[in-house]
């Protein structure tokens, strides 16, 4: 129990100490596109599509206070010419961590343009552009916070100390990204990779009216889909992500299976993840200066259910880091909703199913 408190402890201090951690990030990375990539905006085979993601993390240690992510977006395509498409979406999203109830929440729109350049209608390759912009908001509740000259002995004592002062507890500033993506389809065989930049501007997040700028973050991703037999395909998944100190690869696979034959519009996946991170310690006396070491952060077990327009998948993350003592190797899960709008289309574009 004792682990467990001063895990508790290191948890909430990580989410109300350092403006630089990482971004918000899902386990079903592959089920959030707007959020992974603006070139992936409008790429889809039907014409528009909603997605909806929830991630909840750190429950067995924080309880009501763990990390809770929300995350809604709406894209479509609209064709130009005869084989190319210009895409458009909006996505909100939420974070909220810890006793702090340190939070960000941000609204942006993305455009991205597909333009093809090879193949026929069923063999085809693509080449996606894409851009996003929008406004940011971060804040945390000053009276939950808890400041060391306020703990004497393990014990937590509020009227005793001296709080720091927070100049600026909730504050907004814009944000711009961009994105490239390669895809192609290869008679029942599809492929795809992409790269993004996030936070081209570097804004500052400092709550204390200091020059912190928010690191630009590098993400790397690829996968597709390879026909097994007429019933049975693997998808395989890969992301890098790469912000100031922090780095994160999680790959891994699923198996979509056809229900009933593939008649029926139904399947239903089962995968397999492992996520490597980096584990990131500040050096004393304030350098702003940090040590970095690889470590084994979780494996992630996912499924995925089909039906005509719908798809719905749940993921759980066992941790298996350092953090595992204090949270019994419970990490994370997340859920996540898809519906796409086909209509009568007299086209179609053949993407990757992600």
């Given at each position: 129990m004792r682990i467990k408190h001063l895990l508790c402890t290191f948890v909430i201090a990580l989410s109300i100490g350092s403006v630089d951690a990482q971004d918000i990030h899902f386990s079903q990375f592959y089920q959030s596109p707007l959020n992974l990539n603006p070139a992936m905006t409008g790429v889809m085979n039907c014409s528009q599509r909603i997605v909806a993601n929830y991630?909840?993390?750190?429950?067995?240690?924080?309880?009501?206070?763990?990390?809770?992510?929300?995350?809604?977006?709406?894209?479509?395509?609209?064709?130009?010419?005869?084989?190319?498409?210009?895409?458009?979406?909006?996505?909100?999203?939420?974070?909220?961590?810890?006793?702090?109830?340190?939070?960000?929440?941000?609204?942006?729109?993305?455009?991205?343009?597909?333009?093809?350049?090879?193949?026929?209608?069923?063999?085809?390759?693509?080449?996606?552009?894409?851009?996003?912009?929008?406004?940011?908001?971060?804040?945390?509740?000053?009276?939950?916070?808890?400041?060391?000259?306020?703990?004497?002995?393990?014990?937590?004592?509020?009227?005793?100390?001296?709080?720091?002062?927070?100049?600026?507890?909730?504050?907004?500033?814009?944000?711009?990204?961009g994105g490239l993506m390669w895809f192609a389809t290869i008679d029942k065989n599809s492929f795809y990779a992409g790269a993004a930049m996030h936070h081209l501007n570097q804004p500052n997040v400092s709550f204390l009216g200091a020059q912190e700028s928010l690191f630009s973050r590098l993400t790397v991703h690829a996968g597709g889909e390879l026909a097994v037999t007429k019933k049975m395909s693997i998808l395989p998944n890969i992301i890098y992500l790469d912000q100031g100190p922090h780095m994160e690869i999680n790959a891994g696979s699923s198996v979509r299976l056809a229900i009933d034959g593939s008649r029926s519009n139904q399947f239903i996946q089962f995968g397999l993840w492992y996520r490597l991170g980096q584990q990131v310690e500040a050096v004393p006396g304030g350098t702003n200066q940090f040590t970095t070491s690889l470590h084994s952060d979780a494996i992630i077990l996912a499924t995925r259910f089909e039906t005509g327009n719908y798809g719905i998948g749940f993921s759980y993350d066992y941790n298996i880091s350092e953090l595992a003592t204090g949270s019994s190797a419970n990490g994370s899960f997340e859920l996540s909703v898809v519906y796409l709008f086909c209509g009568n289309e007299n086209r179609g574009v053949y993407c990757p199913t992600f």
């Open positions: 991630r909840n993390q750190w429950a067995a240690v924080l309880g009501s206070n763990a990390y809770n992510t929300y995350s809604v977006s709406y894209d479509r395509k609209m064709a130009v010419g005869q084989t190319d498409y210009f895409g458009v979406g909006g996505t909100l999203w939420a974070d909220v961590a810890g006793a702090s109830r340190f939070g960000t929440r941000q609204a942006k729109l993305s455009f991205s343009f597909s333009k093809k350049i090879a193949g026929s209608r069923n063999n085809s390759h693509y080449i996606v552009a894409g851009a996003e912009g929008g406004m940011t908001q971060r804040r945390v509740s000053q009276g939950d916070l808890r400041w060391p000259s306020q703990v004497s002995g393990g014990v937590f004592d509020p009227s005793s100390g001296s709080p720091e002062i927070i100049q600026d507890n909730n504050f907004l500033y814009p944000d711009l990204s």
